[in-house]
């Protein structure tokens, strides 16, 4: 098996490593931060895939890092049920996840403070340069730098973030200062209401410590709101300091009079208990979404995984697995192909692929049917989480 380079530590990256290093690669994380990663509070439906490195390779109980809600509801600006539906989801943090793969891999193959300057395909193996100057030498690069993957702007300069026109205003509470009358309300479902050109969402995620036991957790909400490409976007995301964050601006981060005009619409236009939920909120965050696609993710010995290569809006929360399942897909091609990396990657780039643009293309479709097309509609079964279609 190779010796494998994997670029960026996050979620996709991390389960890379974990079932690369399973088959028999010596593989290294190349992380560019100088500390671990912290996601800043941000809530994530789990689907099977993500936890799939927990189910099938320790002993760790994937619910043991999920809350898990037993309904999906819609609500209407008054409060009232406009659909309901029985239906179980499992709900983490970012930061959940992270810290429990990151413990599965050997620390000294986790390498923080490894910016990579540039990355050469070459007959037999390729070279990854590091911005301070260092060399190495490995027989495959596995590029899991993100929305903004600088690997993905050297192979592919013609593919670029395509701003979807929307943003996700995010944030978390302690579900205990809730009260008891909407924490009723809220700890066993995902609560939805469908606005004029918008949506917002509310379900619990673990407390801090990974809590999972109610009370003691955290309502996690998202809202969809446009926001057009040009002054407008460039002033939402203009932060306290001064300057322009084109992906996202972290708690604290967000100019008050734009906090301000959130909270006042969540007062006038949510249902109470989702606006206690959103208002609740110390600090919300805001992440632009966006779209990415690319043409190719095979390039001789290198190749592009997770949202290097096809970043996918959060509505059929695949973002997450999608990038898991690259993963265990090149693992699983390098095993046939007894180890030999290009001709497993061609198989890998057209199985995964066709993947991408699927779930892409579903993702998208739900997100402009809300945002754009006022056809949204609650109780739609295109609407349940699912990385291979609807619930699967």
């Not at 090149?330 to 030999?340: I, R, T």
């Amino acid at each position: 098996m190779p010796t494998v380079a994997v670029v960026g530590g996050s979620l996709g990256g991390l389960t890379a490593a974990l079932v690369l290093t399973d088959i028999g690669c010596d593989v290294t994380v190349l992380e560019r931060s100088s500390a671990r990663l912290e996601a800043r509070g941000a809530g994530i439906a789990v689907l099977d895939e993500t936890m799939r490195w927990f189910a099938e390779k320790t002993e760790i109980d994937p619910g043991s890092l999920c809350s898990a809600t037993s309904f999906i509801r819609f609500l209407d600006a008054g409060g009232g049920l406009v659909h309901e539906r029985a239906h179980g989801y499992r709900f983490s943090s970012w930061n959940t996840i992270y810290r429990a793969l990151l413990a599965q891999l050997p620390a000294e193959r986790y390498e923080l403070g490894r910016e990579v300057g540039s990355i050469s395909s070459r007959a037999g193996d390729v070279e990854v340069v590091l911005a301070r100057g260092q060399r190495r030498r490995v027989e495959l690069v596995v590029a899991a730098d993100g929305v903004a993957s600088g690997t993905r702007a050297a192979l592919l300069p013609q593919v670029a973030p395509s701003y979807s026109g929307y943003v996700a205003w995010r944030g978390t509470m302690p579900e205990s200062a809730l009260r008891p009358a909407t924490f009723a309300a809220l700890a066993d479902a995902i609560t939805y209401q469908v606005l004029p050109g918008s949506h917002v969402l509310v379900y619990p995620i673990p407390g801090p410590s990974g809590a999972l036991a109610a009370g003691e957790r955290l309502m996690n909400f998202v809202w969809y709101r446009n926001v057009a490409a040009g002054p407008a976007f460039t002033d939402l995301m203009t932060g306290r300091d001064g300057r322009s964050h084109p992906v996202s601006l972290p708690p604290g981060a967000t100019r008050e009079k734009h906090v301000e005009r959130l909270r006042s619409d969540a007062a006038d236009l949510l249902a109470p208990v989702l606006a206690e939920a959103v208002l609740g909120v110390a600090e919300p965050f805001v992440q632009a979404v966006f779209d990415v696609e690319v043409p190719r993710m095979a390039f001789g010995r290198i190749c592009l995984v997770g949202d290097a290569a096809f970043a996918i809006r959060p509505h059929a929360a695949a973002g997450t697995a999608k990038a898991a399942a690259d993963g265990w897909e090149l693992a699983a091609q390098l095993v046939a192909h007894g180890g030999a990396v290009e001709p497993a990657l061609a198989e890998w780039e057209r199985r995964q692929l066709a993947l991408g643009r699927t779930v892409l293309e579903r993702s998208r479709r739900i997100g402009d049917a809300s945002q754009r097309h006022a056809t949204f509609t609650p109780g739609d079964p295109v609407l349940i989480f699912g990385l291979r279609g609807p619930g699967r």
